[in-house]
């Protein structure tokens, strides 16, 4: 902090104004003002010096944000890390609370979220899901506002903040999408309150969506023994014939060649755009994962795309762009409940090993000179026409008799 010098005073001065009194009054804070610039960097100076501490030292897996702690340790060393950490605060004048204190045990709570141990050793997997609290207090506050139907700006602000955080601790980036008709309501509706079909459906797939128990899953350094698949996936949009894709999937000995006219009352869905190739790019992942279920379960997926939009769309989670949007729900739920991670990564058209599969279809030299099987496929359109609250369901019907393991 250094030394005290009364030339600064002024500096960590705090004006309110009293509406009783109808004058400013004045006070000298003898601390750091939170809000002021640079606020936030200095509180977490201490426990950034105190962790480095903690696991220098001690060697002991240990984490703090601002004045809450977390460590791991093994059941065999029976509390050894505790009874150290215990004691580090207390020679550095810092004692930490008895009644905070946590038994140590095989799942605890930290920052909202749920850590389970219990596999760690045996499975190499450590898992996370949100606080059973905090899914109840989100999911309570979604029945509200449907229940009362009325949801004002500040109400879908907050919903926000809450789901956000929540949905955090869920699989992947699943439930980044769907948010339009909130975000209408808190920017763009202005007095209205009602709750319209769009906010409705929403809130009941956010309520869905927390009801289903996904779990994050770490995966610890070691020889991973989950599938590794590799896919391209490409679209055409012109005037010589109707739009076509073509998703091209490596998985072992598994060699697959999905090709597949958009159908018309899709492109007469999407004609209002200018432009519409983005979603025909994204409907080649729709199309393979919902066709294909199977083949992505528990898997690390190497996805190639040269469609910036659709790309962006696909790593961030959400797009802003309606349609867009509804895709990339169904492709982050459908990837939840498989359990499967993707890395999404551009590649050049001309790269592109899905390029002239997706223009010619079977006639591709390609895809014969390197044995892909082909298969002709129907793109589905229920993942942009069903209304948000069908989703789950929709999903969860895809997946029955799929075999994703035990998490």
């Not at 879908?156 to 008709?181: C, D, E, M, N, P």
């Not at 509706?189 to 459906?201: E, W, Y």
């Not at 949009?237 to 091209?248: F, H, M, R, V």
């Not at 994204?282 to 910036?308: G, K």
């Amino acid at each position: 902090m250094g030394s005290y010098d009364p030339t600064e005073n002024h500096l960590n001065i705090v004006a309110v104004w009293s509406q009783q009194e109808q004058i400013f009054l004045f006070q000298e804070v003898w601390g750091q003002v939170f809000g002021k610039s640079g606020a936030v960097i200095n509180f977490h100076r201490p426990q950034r010096l105190l962790v480095a501490i903690a696991r220098r030292w001690l060697t002991t897996l240990f984490s703090m944000y601002f004045d809450d702690a977390c460590f791991q340790d093994l059941s065999n060393a029976k509390g050894r890390a505790q009874r150290q950490i215990n004691g580090m605060f207390r020679m550095i004048g810092m004692p930490l609370q008895k009644e905070k204190r946590v038994d140590l045990g095989e799942s605890n709570d930290f920052m909202g979220l749920t850590h389970h141990m219990s596999r760690a050793i045996s499975k190499n997997e450590i898992t996370f899901s949100p606080k059973h609290l905090l899914v109840q207090k989100a999911q309570a506050a979604l029945l509200a506002r449907i229940e009362e139907k009325s949801c004002t700006a500040a109400q879908a602000s907050k919903l926000r903040g809450i789901l956000g955080f929540t949905l955090t601790g869920l699989y992947g980036k699943v439930g980044r999408a769907g948010q339009h008709a909130l975000l209408r309501r808190q920017y763009w509706d202005g007095p209205n309150t009602g709750v319209d079909s769009a906010l409705q459906q929403a809130l009941r797939f956010y309520h869905d969506l927390l009801a289903m128990n996904l779990r994050r899953c770490f995966r610890l350094a070691a020889p991973s023994v989950r599938r590794r698949v590799v896919v391209a996936s490409d679209g055409r949009l012109d005037e010589s014939k109707p739009a076509s894709i073509a998703t091209l999937i490596c998985t072992g000995d598994v060699r697959l060649a999905l090709i597949a006219d958009i159908p018309q009352t899709l492109q007469e869905a999407w004609a209002h755009r200018v432009q519409f190739i983005d979603l025909v790019e994204q409907s080649a992942v729709v199309m393979a994962l919902t066709l294909f279920p199977s083949l992505f379960a528990r898997s690390d997926i190497l996805w190639f795309i040269d469609n910036s939009v659709a790309l962006a769309g696909l790593a961030k989670g959400a797009n802003g762009g309606l349609e867009m949007d509804k895709g990339c729900a169904v492709i982050h739920l459908l990837l939840a409940h498989l359990q499967a991670d993707a890395w999404w990564e551009y590649v050049e058209s001309e790269a592109n090993w899905s390029y002239g599969a997706s223009r010619t279809g079977n006639l591709d030299k390609w895809v014969h000179d390197n044995k892909f099987e082909v298969i002709r496929c129907e793109v589905p359109q229920w993942p942009w026409a069903a209304e948000a609250a069908e989703r789950t369901r929709r999903v969860q019907e895809i997946l029955q008799g799929v075999s994703v393991g035990e998490m």
